[in-house]
C-alpha cells in the first residue's frame, strides 16, 4: 500500500508563495520591445461612419541587417485589427487578409490606400476625427511596437 506524507501548513505556504510569486513575475515581465530598428512614419488611421471598417496606414521601416516580419496588430479600440492587402484583380477591387509582411534588411514597407493596410473591424467610439488610436504591431519574433495613430476623415485630413 502506497503511503502519502503528510504535507504541512508551512510547506503548504511555501509552496502557495513560491506559486504566486512565480505567477507575479510573469504578470510583470515587459513585452519584447521591437528592435529599434524598426520605425514608423506618418501613422493615420481613416474613419467613415461607425457602422464600417476604420483603415491604418503607414510606413513599416526596417533599418537592421535582417528581415522583419509582420505577423498582427492590436488596438483596444478595435474589435478586431487584421492585416489586409487591397489589390485590383480582372478590373475587380478585392482585398484579402495577409498572416504576414515582409520588411526587408534597410528596406520599409508602405501601407497605403489600394494596397497593404490595417483593417479596423467594429471600431470604438474612441475612433473619431482628431483623436489618437494606440496601436501595438508585432512581429514574428515576439517583438511589439506601440504606435500612436492620429484619426482623419475620408479625405486623410
Same mark, same amino acid.
Given at each position: 500500500?502506497?503511503?502519502?506524507?503528510?504535507?504541512?501548513?508551512?510547506?503548504?505556504?511555501?509552496?502557495?508563495?513560491?506559486?504566486?510569486?512565480?505567477?507575479?513575475?510573469?504578470?510583470?515581465?515587459?513585452?519584447?520591445?521591437?528592435?529599434?530598428?524598426?520605425?514608423?512614419?506618418?501613422?493615420?488611421?481613416?474613419?467613415?461612419?461607425?457602422?464600417? @471598417? %476604420?483603415? =491604418?496606414?503607414? $510606413?513599416? *521601416?526596417?533599418? /537592421?541587417? &535582417?528581415?522583419?516580419?509582420?505577423?498582427?496588430?492590436?488596438?483596444?479600440?478595435?474589435?478586431?485589427?487584421?492585416?489586409?492587402?487591397?489589390?485590383?484583380?480582372?478590373?475587380?477591387?478585392?482585398?484579402?487578409?495577409?498572416?504576414?509582411?515582409?520588411? @526587408? %534588411?534597410? =528596406?520599409?514597407? $508602405?501601407? *497605403?490606400?489600394? /494596397?497593404? &493596410?490595417?483593417?479596423?473591424?467594429?471600431?470604438?467610439?474612441?475612433?473619431?476625427?482628431?483623436?489618437?488610436?494606440?496601436?501595438?504591431?508585432?512581429?514574428?519574433?515576439?517583438?511589439?511596437?506601440?504606435?500612436?495613430?492620429?484619426?482623419?476623415?475620408?479625405?486623410?485630413?
Amino acid at each position: 500500500m502506497n503511503q502519502v506524507a503528510p504535507v504541512s501548513s508551512s510547506m503548504r505556504r511555501h509552496g502557495l508563495a513560491a506559486a504566486s510569486a512565480a505567477f507575479a513575475l510573469l504578470l510583470a515581465a515587459p513585452a519584447l520591445a521591437a528592435s529599434p530598428a524598426l520605425t514608423v512614419s506618418h501613422p493615420w488611421i481613416r474613419f467613415l461612419t461607425p457602422q464600417i @471598417p %476604420a483603415a =491604418g496606414y503607414f $510606413t513599416l *521601416h526596417n533599418n /537592421g541587417a &535582417h528581415a522583419a516580419v509582420l505577423t498582427g496588430a492590436s488596438s483596444q479600440d478595435c474589435g478586431q485589427l487584421m492585416l489586409h492587402k487591397s489589390m485590383e484583380k480582372n478590373g475587380m477591387a478585392e482585398m484579402k487578409m495577409v498572416s504576414a509582411i515582409t520588411v @526587408p %534588411a534597410h =528596406g520599409s514597407v $508602405t501601407f *497605403h490606400p489600394g /494596397g497593404y &493596410h490595417l483593417m479596423c473591424m467594429s471600431p470604438s467610439a474612441a475612433i473619431a476625427p482628431g483623436q489618437h488610436v494606440p496601436v501595438s504591431l508585432q512581429f514574428k519574433d515576439g517583438a511589439s511596437l506601440p504606435v500612436d495613430f492620429p484619426v482623419y476623415g475620408a479625405k486623410g485630413k
